[in-house]
């Protein structure tokens, strides 16, 4: 018989299968609803969030932590489906930019949107209002561990 989980791998465990459960369901409902991947999704949100709606590419590909390949290929089809432009950066011909469209930025607000009812429906009713300030520091830490913050790259 297996040894029971400690309490750091029930939390590891729980924030797992969590994670993929939430994902499936934004995945599904980012997909009837608005026609996007949860990457398309990711995508657009960085850019929205980034000053001018732009990013440089290789911005981008960190954002999404994403190979430089594989950003490229999201990218083709954003700019196909007339939600982002590549453009020539002004001060370096040799950087490409992502702007956001007009028809992104609306499309990633109505997203966002329904995203954040999703969010209160689903996840908001598990968190206790004790338990907002230990699980925020985790949060943050874990983010800041992986190189990650809830601000878009520089």
Avoid: N
Avoid at 70 to 96: K, Q, Y
């Amino acid at each position: 018989m297996r040894d029971p989980l400690t309490p750091r791998q029930e939390i590891w465990r729980g924030l797992l299968l969590g994670q993929r459960s939430m994902l499936t369901g934004l995945a599904a409902e980012l997909k009837k609803d608005f026609g996007l991947t949860v990457p398309s999704y990711e995508a657009l949100l960085s850019l929205w969030e980034a000053p001018g709606h732009t990013l440089k590419a290789t911005q981008l590909a960190r954002s999404l932590v994403y190979s430089s390949g594989s950003a490229s290929h999201l990218i083709s089809r954003l700019c196909e489906a007339g939600l982002v432009d590549r453009v020539e950066s002004p001060e370096d011909a040799r950087v490409v930019q992502v702007v956001l469209t007009e028809r992104g930025a609306e499309l990633v607000e109505r997203a966002t949107d329904a995203h954040a009812e999703s969010l209160a429906r689903e996840f908001e009713p598990l968190i206790d209002d004790a338990d907002l300030a230990p699980l925020l520091a985790f949060a943050r830490r874990l983010a800041a561990h992986e190189g990650v913050t809830s601000a878009p790259p520089a």
